[in-house]
């Protein structure tokens, strides 16, 4: 039976190595000197990310509610989303205790980064930390962007038939990541799973819960106080909900390029997943536009998601140095490219259904896509 690394949060899986030997486990791809580098977290960087995205946040939404033409209201909503978006990552860094030395740190960074994006940081990091990469790319188990095999599809009703639809289209960034995560797969059931993950996730689940209304509020107050014509739910909805939608769609797509692609296949039976399959070349390195990554290189050191899911516990800072280690040890294996609005609508349209049988993607009507 496999067991867990505690290093890394995934599952060994002895014997399961490649032809060649490789297993993808960090020891193969790192000196210890280099592990020793790469997995040394500093408060200074951590900090310093933390409190300058914190403030990218609330600057770009004093943006937002002060007395603009509404083109660069939008302006700011857009700039605002990203923000949200980079305080999920440092949430999703945190909630791996590698972004900041010290267990209460890192906790309460979570704590803090996620009330923007509306998470509850126990729940999310046992849907993260402990499902999807103890389990990745095992179908049923994992949850994250997990497409629906075809078998299943046949058997669905028609309303979820059209979701599916929908989530596997250029727009189902908009509400896989509620709907498709924390309601319907990894959250909710979770919670429903025994009463004492009730009582374990309840403070924090009433932290976010507090802190997300506390920010709603002041933000429909501050809203008329900067441009008196502006309502108090006019400023929620242009201070909040419209940023929130846009950070949501970010961190969803995001999300699915980091685990979805016509090479990257899903296992139905566990005894077929192993370390290297799923860690290496089940996640990928994605190359930003120039532009994104100079405004916005937290971005990019978590598109290079290789390294994250090989060694979870390496500092996000530190991630590029991991990613190149990887990138040297295994070459071809890792799935490595430059993003593009037409490769994204390629990998949307080939990547529909899995058909576990034929170990490839299928179109809606079952037809080979890769």
């Given at each position: 039976?496999?067991s867990?690394?505690?290093s890394t949060?995934?599952r060994?899986?002895?014997g399961?190595?490649?032809?060649?030997?490789r297993?993808?486990?960090?020891?193969?791809?790192?000196t210890?000197d280099?592990?020793?580098?790469?997995?040394?977290?500093?408060?200074?960087r951590a900090?310093v990310?933390?409190?300058?995205?914190?403030?990218?946040?609330f600057?770009?939404?004093?943006?937002?509610?002060?007395?603009?033409?509404?083109?660069?209201?939008?302006?700011?909503?857009?700039?605002?989303?990203?923000a949200?978006g980079?305080?999920?990552?440092i949430?999703?860094?945190?909630?791996h205790?590698?972004f900041?030395?010290?267990?209460?740190?890192?906790?309460?960074?979570?704590?803090v980064?996620?009330?923007?994006?509306?998470?509850?940081?126990s729940?999310?990091?046992?849907a993260?930390?402990?499902?999807h990469?103890?389990?990745?790319?095992?179908?049923?188990?994992?949850?994250?962007?997990e497409?629906m095999?075809?078998?299943?599809y046949r058997?669905?009703?028609p309303v979820?038939?059209?979701y599916?639809?929908f989530?596997?289209?250029?727009f189902?960034?908009?509400?896989?990541?509620?709907?498709?995560?924390?309601?319907?797969?990894?959250g909710?059931?979770l919670?429903?799973?025994t009463?004492n993950?009730?009582?374990?996730?309840?403070?924090?689940?009433a932290?976010?819960l507090?802190?997300?209304?506390?920010?709603?509020?002041?933000?429909?107050?501050i809203?008329?106080?900067?441009?008196?014509?502006?309502?108090f739910w006019?400023?929620?909805?242009?201070?909040?909900?419209?940023?929130?939608v846009?950070?949501?769609w970010?961190?969803?797509?995001?999300?699915y390029?980091q685990?979805?692609h016509?090479?990257?296949?899903?296992?139905?039976?566990e005894?077929?997943?192993?370390?290297?399959?799923?860690?290496?070349?089940g996640?990928?390195?994605v190359i930003?536009?120039?532009?994104?990554?100079k405004?916005?290189?937290?971005?990019q050191?978590?598109?290079?998601?290789?390294?994250?899911h090989?060694?979870?516990?390496?500092?996000?800072?530190n991630?590029?140095?991991a990613?190149?280690?990887?990138?040297?040890?295994y070459g071809?294996?890792?799935?490595s490219?430059?993003?593009?609005l037409?490769?994204?609508?390629d990998?949307?349209?080939?990547?529909?259904?899995?058909?576990?049988?034929?170990k490839?993607?299928?179109?809606?009507?079952?037809?080979?896509?890769?």
């Amino acid at each position: 039976m496999a067991s867990v690394d505690v290093s890394t949060g995934a599952r060994r899986n002895p014997g399961t190595a490649t032809q060649d030997g490789r297993t993808g486990y960090p020891a193969e791809w790192m000196t210890p000197d280099e592990m020793k580098i790469i997995s040394k977290r500093s408060m200074s960087r951590a900090l310093v990310l933390f409190f300058s995205h914190l403030a990218l946040y609330f600057a770009s939404m004093l943006g937002i509610l002060a007395p603009w033409p509404l083109w660069v209201s939008l302006g700011f909503c857009l700039l605002n989303g990203f923000a949200i978006g980079l305080l999920y990552l440092i949430g999703h860094e945190a909630a791996h205790r590698s972004f900041a030395p010290g267990t209460v740190l890192n906790d309460w960074l979570a704590r803090v980064a996620f009330i923007f994006p509306a998470h509850s940081r126990s729940v999310w990091a046992e849907a993260h930390n402990v499902t999807h990469h103890r389990y990745t790319n095992v179908l049923k188990k994992d949850g994250v962007w997990e497409p629906m095999t075809l078998e299943d599809y046949r058997k669905a009703g028609p309303v979820r038939r059209a979701y599916e639809r929908f989530e596997r289209s250029a727009f189902g960034g908009l509400t896989f990541y509620y709907w498709g995560i924390l309601l319907t797969r990894a959250g909710l059931p979770l919670l429903m799973d025994t009463p004492n993950k009730w009582r374990r996730f309840a403070p924090d689940i009433a932290f976010m819960l507090l802190s997300v209304a506390t920010l709603i509020t002041a933000i429909g107050l501050i809203g008329p106080m900067l441009d008196p014509s502006r309502t108090f739910w006019g400023s929620v909805l242009l201070g909040w909900v419209v940023p929130f939608v846009i950070g949501m769609w970010i961190i969803s797509v995001s999300i699915y390029l980091q685990h979805t692609h016509p090479d990257i296949l899903w296992f139905e039976n566990e005894d077929d997943w192993s370390y290297y399959e799923a860690q290496i070349k089940g996640s990928t390195d994605v190359i930003l536009p120039w532009a994104l990554q100079k405004a916005f290189p937290l971005y990019q050191e978590v598109m290079d998601h290789t390294a994250h899911h090989a060694y979870m516990t390496v500092p996000i800072y530190n991630v590029p140095a991991a990613q190149a280690a990887i990138l040297r040890t295994y070459g071809d294996d890792v799935i490595s490219y430059k993003i593009t609005l037409a490769r994204y609508l390629d990998i949307v349209r080939k990547c529909k259904l899995m058909d576990p049988k034929r170990k490839c993607w299928v179109d809606f009507n079952g037809n080979p896509t890769t």
